[in-house]
């Protein structure tokens, strides 16, 4: 094989591998085996935002930001269906996010209200194209919104049980809630989320914009309220979601407190 062929098979190879994060492990790139549960990772928001993921495992008494909350095989129903399918995303947004709850110790309003998230994986598309049909649900030190992640414990497991840390309850530094950096509780802030509204049940057809926005803005009014013990004055702000995130099985609007406690 003349030398620029393999010149264009190893660049090949390593854009292969730089679509799954930074230092990548060779022997997970392509793996059509299901990932190990448990496994610790220094996973960065760029890397949360690849379909597929092939960081290194590092022992979860290191430091890092990511862990393995859940895996296994999809079920039977999605085997045909395209790799980047809306059936997919569905099933994944259901999978992570009921064992992300459990795996925290929280409930459906506690983990809207939190600094960690979730991300989950699929095998890479020369895997999905082998056969593999696997997912990966991690637990991340940080949201859609992180710049970088923080440092996790050992393990997350339990990490929202009984009355959890400000380290990872979500507050807001800014004068107001919309379009301010989210951060940890335990840092100087403005805004606290503290309560949630649930807006429909998973059958549900998508209320509309107005109806969503105005159903949010009056519950968040008289339960921010009441969470400050009803003062005679008070500011109060709301995160809703459009139809995008409904149809993605997300049923949640949050609503937040001014207050630097």
């Known amino acids: 094989m003349p030398l620029l062929g393999l010149v264009s098979v190893a660049v090949l190879a390593g854009c292969a591998e730089e679509a799954q994060g930074r230092n990548t492990d060779p022997d997970q790139v392509d793996s059509v085996e299901v990932p190990e549960l448990g496994a610790c990772r220094q996973l960065t928001p760029d890397d949360v935002a690849m379909p597929s993921n092939a960081t290194t495992v590092v022992e979860c008494t290191e430091r890092h930001t990511a ?49 960690v998230s979730w991300a989950w994986f699929r095998p890479s598309e020369k895997a999905w194209d082998d056969g593999a049909r696997w997912y ?50 335990s840092e100087k802030h403005d805004w606290r989320a503290v309560t949630t509204i649930k807006l429909g049940e998973p059958s549900d057809p998508y209320p509309g914009d107005r109806v969503a926005e105005v159903t949010t803005r009056d519950f968040c009014s008289d339960s921010v309220g009441a969470w400050l013990n009803y003062p005679v004055d008070y500011d109060f702000g709301y995160t809703w979601f459009h139809e995008a995130e409904w149809e993605a099985g997300n049923r949640r609007s949050v609503c937040w407190a001014r207050t630097p406690d």
Do not use: H, N
């Open 67 to 115: 862990q393995t909350y859940a895996v296994g095989e999809l079920p039977p129903e999605l085997d045909d269906v395209d790799y980047d399918s809306a059936e997919l995303g569905s099933f994944a947004y259901d999978t992570c996010s009921s064992k992300f709850e459990k795996f925290l110790g929280a409930d459906e309003s506690l983990v809207m209200r939190t600094v």
């Open 136 to 185: 990966r649900c991690d637990v991340v030190g940080g949201g859609e919104q992180s710049e970088k992640y923080v440092d996790l414990p050992d393990t997350a497991e339990g990490l929202l049980l009984g009355r959890p840390s400000d380290r990872w309850m979500v507050c807001v530094a800014g004068e107001s809630v919309s379009g301010s950096l989210k951060i940890p509780c």
